[in-house]
Structure formats: structure tokens, C-alpha cells
């Protein structure tokens, strides 16, 4: 790449996060969107958090299969009497967020109700719900909200526009075996349900600073376009908290009225799981990914990505300018997992020494084999990550005034200089998890 190509495209990355998306898709919305200078703050503060915490957590957790298990075959009636069963008497919402904010991370995304319609809060809309119709008979959301003040973290509420156990949903490409009557579909009924929900969910537990949809995909195949009037339901979000962020994981370029744009289990630009496609924005970025294999707890899935493999994903999320959403399935007993925590804390060692190089940073202006860069100001953080030599070369744009080690600053790094970069002259091949080489520009 020559100088200026990676001068016009550092200048592309930088404006990336706060302007208004250039969607592909457009439903039938209504008028332009233009976000609220609480929401424009809201996105500041977002993208600079770099890190977060996704949790999956319902009556799922009780059969052991994943978050997916009712789509699977049990019927609605069926699946719903674990709820009478469900008792997480191991739950303690202030211990979740000090082992989250202990990883670095600044927020945290929890799944008030997923598809199978399990309510994790007090909802008036319905009894199947944790308070109403479990003998635990707590607010988990209640109490969640109260700690992520009490820890200094934000809170995300997940929350799925699809609901395999109401007869009034409209069916769509999921959850056919579930019992539901077709013929009973009233979109109309469906949607009141959901915005008196996320009413109460707005009004009710303190400042939220997203809403993370799921589930537009469900009627994605639909013969004729379905409507899902997000420009209402949006309206009544921003309505409700002026900085509410929107973000929806429809698998397509943000739509008017969304506030984040969403990657599941790719970096943006990447499509390795057939789920991110879709075009860049000029949103603030998220990607989600999970621990081990399944965002639900399931028992047998017990293969986690070692610490390396987690900060190497996470330093490559912010090389690309966006946050990553890290996911925990808690046990049924209201636990994360022993390992879960294991990596919490690993990673949170390495935050304690390295998050300058990941908060509040810009993403890189260039792709390398060897790793990525991150840029704060004058700074340029070089995340040298897989080398296979001990000359690393960066096509930097601007001046190099000095190179050191960002764990040692006394320790001045050799380099060379080219029209189209530096070439970085280290001692040996790295073998730490991520060996960061400051660069001070003019």
C-alpha cells in the first residue's frame, strides 16, 4: 500500500464511528434518521469502551442443550414447566460484575428474554417470567442493574423480536415444533406485547445504555418483505432514554434509527460463519463471539479458546475499530463456569498492563499478517501478534519520531525508515501473547 492509500483510508477508519450509516437495505421507515446528540454521546463513550460482557442466561440453562433447545423438537408446554424447577440459588449479581470488571471489560449485555420467551425480569405482560413463574422469585435483572452501577459498568439488554411460544407471533423460518397455533398470528397483539416490555424495561431499571435485538432473520425469507415497524419501535426506545443506543442483529447493513452495527462471530469485513456479509457502516462497530462454542450453557461444551486466542481476538477487534462482545452462558445454578471466570481473570491481567492500547483507540489503517495497530493521538500501538521474522514492517503514514516498548519506554526499538512505512528491527522473534511497540508521530 503507498502512502497515500493508507493516508485515505486512516482517515476512512477515523470518521468511521460517529457518522450516520449508509444502509443497503432500507425498509419503509418514515423520515431520515438523524441521531440525538445523547445518542452521538452515547456512541463516543461506546466506542471508546472497546469491551464487553455478553451473558445467556434463561430456563434454557436447565436442560443443559444451549440457548437454541426448544427449536429443536419439545414442545412450548412442555419446555415451560422447567421454569417451576428453576431456583439459581447460586446467583449474586455483585459477584458477576466485580469478575467482569476484573477482565477489563466496561459493559455488560444481558438476555432479558430470548426466543424461547422466557422473561428474566418482572414483566406485567405475562407470568412466565423469573419472578412470577419460578419458585426463585427474584428480579435477576433488578439486581443485575443494581451492580453494574454499584461496579461502574454499563448495561445492554438482548432482547428477541421473535417468540416461539406465542401464538400471536407471526411464524416465521424457526420454532415450528413448538405447539404454537398458526392461525392464531396477530402481529398487532405481538407488538404491544413487546413495547410494553421494553417500556417496562426502559422505565424500570435504571439508565440502559443499549438495546441489542434478534430475530428480524427469522421472517428473512418470507415471499413478501415483512414489516416490523422498527421505525416506531426505535422512536419509542430513543423516547424513552434519549442516549439509548439501538443494535440489531439482522445480519444486514444498519438500518435508519439503529445506533451500533452488529457482527455475530466474525470481525467486521470478515464472513467465516456465513453471518456478517453485510456492508461496513459508519456506526460504531461490535462484534460477538463466544468463549466456547455455544452462547447458551451446555454441558457438554467444554471446549474454551485458551487466553491467548481471546486477547488475540479482542486486539484484532480493536485493530479494526470496534468493540467486542464476549459471551458467558451461566450454569442453571445462576454460576459462570469455573473456566469462564478462569479467563476473565486472565484477561483482565493483561488488560491491567495493555488496555491503553485498546480503550479509546482508533483502529489501524492497514492489514498485516504479523498483527494489527491501534492509535491514540500521536500514538501508534503496534500489536505485533503472530511474526515470523524479527523485522516487522508498518506502513505507518507520518513521521516516526521514536519507537520504544510500551511496557518500557527506556527501551528504544531499531527501525528503518521507507516511503511506504518502518521496518521495526526487534532482537529475537516475539514469543509474548502480544508484544507492543510504541510509535510517537509527528
Not at 83 to 107: C, L, M, Q, T, V
Amino acid at each position: 500500500m503507498n502512502r497515500i492509500a493508507t493516508i485515505l483510508l486512516s482517515a476512512l477508519l477515523t470518521a468511521a464511528s460517529f457518522l450516520p450509516a449508509r444502509a443497503e437495505y432500507v425498509p419503509d421507515t418514515g423520515a431520515e434518521y438523524v441521531p440525538s446528540e445523547q445518542v452521538r454521546e452515547s456512541q463516543r463513550e461506546f466506542a471508546a469502551d472497546r469491551f464487553g460482557i455478553f451473558i445467556h442466561w434463561g430456563i434454557y440453562s436447565m436442560f443443559g442443550q444451549g440457548e437454541w433447545y426448544l427449536n429443536y423438537g419439545p414442545r412450548a408446554d412442555e419446555y415451560a414447566k422447567a421454569a417451576r424447577g428453576f431456583y439459581p440459588a447460586d446467583f449474586n449479581a455483585d459477584e458477576w460484575a466485580k469478575a467482569i470488571k476484573g477482565s477489563g471489560a466496561r459493559y455488560i449485555c444481558f438476555t432479558t428474554r430470548h426466543h424461547d420467551g422466557f422473561s428474566m425480569w418482572h414483566t406485567g405482560q405475562n407470568k412466565y417470567n423469573i419472578v412470577d413463574g419460578t419458585p426463585f422469585r427474584r428480579d435477576v435483572l433488578r439486581e443485575l442493574s443494581q451492580a453494574c452501577q454499584d461496579n461502574g459498568l454499563k448495561l445492554h439488554l438482548y432482547y428477541s423480536h421473535l417468540d416461539w411460544t406465542r401464538d400471536d407471533y407471526p411464524q416465521g423460518r424457526t420454532g415450528h415444533t413448538t405447539g404454537r397455533d398458526s392461525l392464531r398470528a396477530d402481529w398487532q397483539s405481538y407488538r404491544r406485547f413487546m413495547d410494553n416490555q421494553l417500556t417496562e424495561l426502559l422505565t424500570g431499571y435504571g439508565p440502559i445504555r443499549a438495546i441489542w435485538f434478534d430475530g428480524w432473520w427469522d421472517h428473512d425469507e418470507d415471499k413478501t418483505p415483512f414489516d416490523w415497524q422498527l421505525d416506531e419501535q426505535y422512536a419509542l426506545i430513543h423516547r424513552l432514554q434519549p442516549g439509548c443506543l439501538i443494535g440489531n442483529n439482522h445480519h444486514q447493513t444498519p438500518f435508519p434509527g439503529e445506533d451500533i452495527q452488529i457482527f455475530e462471530r466474525d470481525l467486521p469485513g470478515e464472513n467465516t460463519a456465513g453471518l456478517s456479509g453485510q456492508a461496513i457502516s459508519r456506526l460504531p462497530l461490535e462484534t460477538c463471539n463466544t468463549m466456547n462454542g455455544m452462547w447458551g450453557y451446555k454441558v457438554v461444551d467444554t471446549n474454551y479458546k485458551d487466553t491467548k486466542t481471546l486477547i488475540h481476538y479482542l486486539v484484532k477487534t480493536a485493530g479494526l475499530g470496534a468493540n467486542l462482545l464476549l459471551n458467558i452462558g451461566p450454569q442453571p445454578n445462576g454460576e459462570l463456569p469455573a473456566v469462564a471466570l478462569q479467563r476473565l481473570r486472565e484477561i483482565g491481567e493483561w488488560m491491567r498492563t495493555y488496555g491503553e492500547t485498546i480503550y479509546g483507540t482508533e483502529g489501524s489503517a492497514f492489514k498485516a499478517d504479523w498483527g494489527t495497530s491501534t492509535t491514540k493521538g500521536n500514538r501508534t500501538f503496534v500489536h505485533i501478534l503472530t511474526p515470523d521474522s524479527k523485522d516487522i514492517f508498518v506502513p505507518v503514514s507520518g513521521k516516526v519520531k521514536k519507537a520504544v516498548m510500551f511496557t518500557d519506554r527506556s527501551r528504544k526499538v531499531k527501525y528503518s525508515k521507507s516511503k511506504e512505512g518502518i521496518t521495526l528491527h526487534l532482537d529475537k522473534i516475539p514469543q509474548d501473547i502480544d508484544l507492543v511497540v510504541e510509535l510517537e508521530t509527528a
